[in-house]
């Protein structure tokens, strides 16, 4: 009886209950252990940079002790108390401080407090980079996500306690363009979405007096339908209670809402940056140490001195008996390296009908219109998003017209001006289990969403061990069409060809389009699908052929390849006059143009996909022939068309009868608005015609 009442007494005084003071007490001194047996084995510790919560525990585990199982994280590299607070052992977290094989998160690939978790019994954790800032745009979209679920009747009945997102940053991240376009997304569609901002007033060796106008506080208010709360992240129980208070909030009225909590840095910024070397605030950054202040709060609820010494001999131990076991564990092997690029496909063989009969040619717009249109009718979680692509517009190719019309708004609508957005907020689209497919308005466009493409998009299978691929379609417009001039005709397949773990299509049919669109959508990996709009319409003389029967709804084309355009000749081949020209997209019509003048004596392979390369096709192609032309829109210097010329001279050299040529575009840094000036730098059938010539000749 005494016992209830010490208890109702000690709940009174804290207003949480006892038991929930003692777990905290226990992970903030599990991770202060932590911290010192980090710094006390730097020797060992520190050969992998680390970062630790030490100073930010009590907010961050007044979080991480409220998240379900059915919530979204993003933790930071300072966020170690949240992992340790959802259920993560000390001993998880140094496998992959030690980078060792079974780092439950990347396998020993990623930095210390880079998680990635997909466990039925916690919040799930997609990967995210240690680039500051942009992991505001994924879970922004994961909150999008959650948000479409819920509203097409697609979610799980949770009794109330709907999923959120929430998003880790530091304050210093904030003044990242991209986390202000998250912020204004959250606040533009009432998303449900927790932005859990720390500050403690340092950059790296910056203090905020030196890289910000203003706090994030203030920052937020400019953002309208976004509630801010600006705490004392030192003050345990405050901060479990505005924690609480926002997290029932954003469950049941499904909004965004920001804390701003202020900590101070106690520890090193990493192993690599140490304080000491800068900072001249440290004794007074240690007068607000949330653990004394946690302890104290402790002995006011009734728990004794003997209870915090045996919680925390507890915790030490478990510490050390932690790292001496991940000392042991064992390190990566080096075929280890090669797992997880790609997620499996299950599209391996060309399936369908390419051409069914009794059917007239379609424009390729129209084709890859109707692939999507097949998708989103048979999959709900299918949807389409991008600039000007709604309603009123349907693209400013006319690429999805009518598409929202038939499907709603809810799953075809228009974006702000935010390539990054758009691009990064796939990946968390497809964490939440949706397919979405987005597009980017032109390839001149695509530079402000490359951040996220390389650093969240690319990465995200390969770093999180195979836990989170990226399923998502962008379609990029691409190439130069009836002077589009400098800012709408680049070509920029060498530079997504350079990102690792992603696939990219370049078809020059409406055939293929809707073959390689369809196969795209059933891949589990981030595919980029580059189409020419000197194509969609067929208005170019000489590109008739890319108007195609439409393939039905069951067509399907394999990545990685090619298609043989037209064959030369066995005589020519023969008697060693025929050539072979490895190209795609435009580069298609212009070979075809110019191969009328050599009639049997050309061959022409059209790539189809940038990567996966069918180089099995172009090496059989090249020995067949043993003179190689490699034609691209694009600038030759440095470009995806001279890697290819490598490969075949290095794979090819000693069935080759001249050096391999490449043809493209002069090396200027623009395409030039004028008619003229345009005509003068791209490539075209007459200057192909000409390097035909003296590669026979050679």
């Known amino acids: 009886m005494m ?126 980079s240690s680039a500051t800032g942009m992991q505001a745009i994924p879970t922004t979209g994961i909150a999008m996500g959650l948000q479409y679920i819920e509203k097409n009747g697609m979610a799980k009945d949770y009794s109330g306690l709907n999923p959120i997102a929430v998003c880790s940053l530091g304050d210093a991240s904030c003044t990242e363009g991209e986390v202000s376009e998250a912020l204004q997304m959250a606040s533009l569609k009432q998303l449900p979405i927790l932005f859990f901002i720390q500050d403690n007033e340092w950059d790296i060796s910056a203090h905020a007096r030196e890289i910000r106008s203003q706090d994030m506080t203030e920052f937020a208010k400019g953002f309208n339908g976004l509630e801010t709360k600006t705490i004392d992240g030192t003050d345990f129980i405050l901060s479990y209670n505005t924690v ?27 192993s690599g940056v140490r304080k000491e070397w800068y900072r001249d605030d440290l004794e ?61 496909t299950p599209i391996t063989e060309e399936k369908g009908n390419r051409a069914p009969s009794g059917k007239q040619a379609t424009v390729m717009v129209d ?23 709604g309603a009123r517009l349907g693209g400013v190719f006319r690429e999805a017209a009518t598409l929202a019309q038939q499907f709603g708004d809810h799953r075809v609508f228009n974006t702000p001006i935010q390539e990054a957005f758009i691009v990064g ?49 962008l379609r990029v417009p691409i190439g130069a069409y009836g002077s589009g001039g400098p800012y709408h005709s680049s070509s920029v397949e060498s530079v997504l060809a350079n990102i690792k773990g992603i696939k990219i299509a370049y078809p020059s049919t409406g055939a293929d389009l809707k073959g390689l669109i369809k196969s795209a959508y059933y891949d589990p990996n981030p595919v980029v699908i580059l189409e020419h709009k000197g194509l969609y319409w067929s208005k170019i003389k000489g590109t008739e052929d890319a108007k195609t029967i439409e393939p039905d709804e069951d067509y399907i084309i394999p990545f990685g390849k090619a298609r043989l355009v037209i064959e030369a000749s066995d005589k020519a081949i023969n008697s060693g006059k025929s050539i072979t020209i490895i190209t795609y997209g435009m580069g298609v019509y212009w070979a075809k143009a110019a191969a009328k003048k050599f009639e049997g004596r050309v061959e022409i392979l059209d790539l189809r996909t940038i990567s996966p390369i069918d180089e099995t096709a172009i090496f ?79």
């Open 284 to 344: 007074e950054a240690a007068k607000k140490d949330p653990l004394p202040r946690l302890r104290n709060q402790l002995i006011i609820g009734g728990t004794t001195a003997i209870e915090i010494k045996e919680i925390e001999e507890t915790a030490k131990k478990l510490v050390e008996d932690d790292y001496q076991k991940a000392l042991l564990e064992e390190d990566p092997r080096p075929e280890d390296l090669f797992d997880h690029e790609f997620a499996p």
């Open 244 to 270: 609480k208070d926002c997290l029932d909030i954003i469950r049941k009225e499904r909004r965004p809402m920001l804390i701003h909590a202020k900590v101070p840095l106690l520890n090193h910024h990493t």
């Open 620 to 698: 059989e192609s090249a020995r067949k022939h043993g003179k190689v032309m490699v034609l691209t829109e694009e600038p030759v210097f440095n470009g995806f068309a001279q890697s290819i010329a490598a490969r075949i001279s290095e794979n090819c050299f000693e069935s080759l009868d001249a050096p391999v040529k490449v043809i493209g575009s002069e090396n200027m840094p623009a395409i030039p608005l004028n008619s003229t000036l345009e005509k003068t730098m791209l490539p075209n059938a007459d200057k192909v015609e000409i390097a035909i010539t003296a590669l026979m000749n050679y």
């Open 425 to 473: 907020s796939t990946v968390g689209m497809s964490a939440a289990g949706l397919k979405p497919i987005v597009e980017v308005q032109f390839a001149d466009y695509i530079w402000p969403g490359l951040n996220q493409l390389f650093t969240e998009v690319s990465r995200s299978c390969y770093l999180s061990n195979g836990k989170w691929p990226v399923s998502m379609i």
């Open 3 to 128: 016992e209830d009442i010490s208890l109702k007494a000690a709940q009174v005084k804290t207003k949480i209950p006892l038991e929930i003071l003692k777990k905290a007490y226990e992970l903030m001194f599990t991770a202060k252990s932590m911290t010192d047996l980090f710094e006390t084995n730097k020797e060992i510790t520190a050969k992998y940079v680390h970062a630790t919560s030490r100073g930010h525990e009590a907010v961050q585990i007044a979080l991480g002790l409220q998240l379900l199982p059915q919530d979204f994280l993003s933790a930071y590299y300072r966020d170690d108390s949240i992992l340790l607070s959802i259920g993560m052992q000390p001993f998880e977290l140094m496998l992959q401080l030690l980078a060792k094989r079974n780092d439950p998160f990347s396998g020993g690939r990623t930095y210390y407090s880079h998680p990635s978790l997909n466990r039925d019994d916690m919040p799930k954790i997609p990967h995210q």
């Open 367 to 389: 084709s890859a219109l109707f692939a999507i249109r097949e998708l989103m009718t048979k999959h709900p979680e299918c949807l389409l998003y991008g600039q000007d692509v």
